[in-house]
Nanobody, 118 residues
Framework: QVQLVESGGGLVQPGGSLRLSCAASGSIFSINAMAWYRQAPGKQRELIAG???????VYADSVKGRFAISRDNAKSTVYLQMNSLKSEDTAVYYC???????WGSGHWGQGTQVTVSS
């Protein structure tokens, strides 16, 4: 059974940084693509970053140049480094293990809250 456990969320001031982690179990992590989504109050869940098994990445325009997704296959963990955070980055962030490259399909973590506020 696949389990995804996110950590690293919290309260940060505008301009600050956070690193989210998602630890995966129950599947062969190295062959899976992984992604980060977020959902702000009153908005739809959106894809913000994805990484393939080969390390290719995709980003939403809103986070390009500020966020970086990476993976450590030895630890079965995917990371999201978030820099230059803005108030509009406030959301619940979810880890996703898609079926193939069908982002948003498959399995989800429970989410971690990120709040950007002074």
């Amino acid at each position: 059974q696949v389990q995804l456990v996110e950590s690293g969320g919290g309260l940060v001031q505008p301009g600050g940084s956070l690193r989210l982690s998602c630890a995966a179990s129950g599947s062969i992590f190295s062959i899976n693509a992984m992604a980060w989504y977020r959902q702000a109050p009153g908005k739809q869940r959106e894809l913000i970053a994805g990484i393939t098994s080969g390390g290719s990445t995709v980003y939403a325009d809103s986070v390009k140049g500020r966020f970086a997704i990476s993976r450590d296959n030895a630890k079965s963990t995917v990371y999201l480094q978030m820099n230059s955070l803005k108030s509009e980055d406030t959301a619940v962030y979810y880890c996703n293990k898609p079926v193939g490259l069908a982002w948003g399909s498959g399995h989800w973590g429970q989410g971690t809250q990120v709040t950007v506020s002074s």
